[in-house]
């Protein structure tokens, strides 16, 4: 399945040059007045708005003077070194009354699009990175303080040698179909009368063909033959790989688990076609086009199949 634009921090324009990081002065490029920025404060990030669009892309200038709690490097883009750089989460609030700046959360970028579109997976990148770091300050291993190695794709720790690397956690994301109905489901916390995929984290030493199964025999109470992956989307809240794919119902009587869902019901095509367009008649709708789970439900309404 060929990646849709409008799916959120999935287009990343940067060459990561990981044969930079073994070495450099890091502290010279961020001052050197060639290098960009791509700044995170809190949840937030920190754009520069321009007189047609925002960029996450700041010049170094734009820093002076902030004092900047973790340094990462990120890569190039069109040969220019491009750095990861975290403020403190009040300084982003302290941002939002300069308004040559945006400062705004993620997914509102991923949904309204301020900056052009292959700068919204450098966000992810970059607050994946940089949020890792802040939570990752002392060792796993012995509890002694680390500190960042390979430009910041790495931290170490010099009391027991440890060497700590970024992780993503990987998830499943399914649609599944039975015929000309396919399973969708919510939780509490969606908006109201929306519906989407089921999804759930990857188990240790599990498939990700497997994980599909059992979260919706556990979710929904329905066995599930055939997996077919279809696409993939970075998710950096904190740092998940959203894994997305169509699966085969082998039954249709639903067993709910209410601890994790509100409800979920299978939707014929015609209905769900409905649901994306906006004009379903009860008012139910699916996920925005920055989600996988909109792309997912699009392929099947439009087709595809868990069988190929």
């Not at 754009?47 to 973790?70: C, D, F, H, M, Y």
């Not at 060792?139 to 790495?154: F, H, K, L, Y």
């Not at 740092?239 to 688990?257: K, N, P, V």
């Amino acid at each position: 399945m060929t990646r849709p634009l409008e799916l959120g921090f999935a287009v990343n324009l940067l060459d990561r040059s990981g044969a930079e990081r073994e070495e450099g002065d890091y502290a010279q490029i961020a001052a050197h007045p060639d290098t960009l920025h791509v700044v995170i404060s809190g949840e937030s990030a920190v754009l520069l708005n321009g007189s047609e669009q925002a960029t996450a892309l700041l010049p170094a200038a734009r820093l002076a003077g902030e004092t900047v709690i973790e340094r990462t490097f990120l890569g190039r883009l069109d040969g220019r070194p491009v750095l990861g750089a975290l403020l403190e989460a009040a300084r982003g609030q302290e941002l939002k009354d300069d308004l040559s700046l945006l400062v705004t959360d993620l997914r509102s970028i991923a949904i309204e699009r301020p900056v052009p579109a292959g700068e919204i997976g450098l966000l992810a990148q970059a607050k994946s990175l940089l949020h890792w770091h802040l939570r990752r300050r002392h060792c796993a291993n012995c509890g002694a303080r680390t500190s960042p190695a390979q430009a910041g794709q790495r931290r170490d720790c010099a009391a027991c040698g440890a060497q700590h690397f970024p992780r993503t956690d990987p998830v499943t994301i399914m649609l599944v179909a039975r015929g000309d109905h396919c399973l969708l489901g919510r939780q509490s916390r969606f908006v109201q009368g929306s519906y989407s995929c089921l999804a759930g984290f990857v188990s240790p030493g599990e498939t990700i063909e497997d994980a599909v199964r059992r979260e919706v025999r556990e979710e929904a109470g329905i066995r599930v033959g055939k997996v077919r992956y279809m696409l993939s989307q970075p998710w950096p809240f904190p740092s998940s790989l959203m894994i997305g794919c169509l699966g085969e119902a082998l039954e249709e009587t639903l067993t709910i688990d209410f601890d994790e869902l509100e409800d979920a019901r299978w939707f014929p095509r015609e209905e769900v076609a409905a649901m994306l367009e906006r004009r379903h008649e009860g008012g139910l709708i699916t996920p925005p086009q920055m989600a996988i789970a909109h792309h997912l439900i699009r392929a099947w309404v439009d087709g595809a199949s868990p069988t190929g």
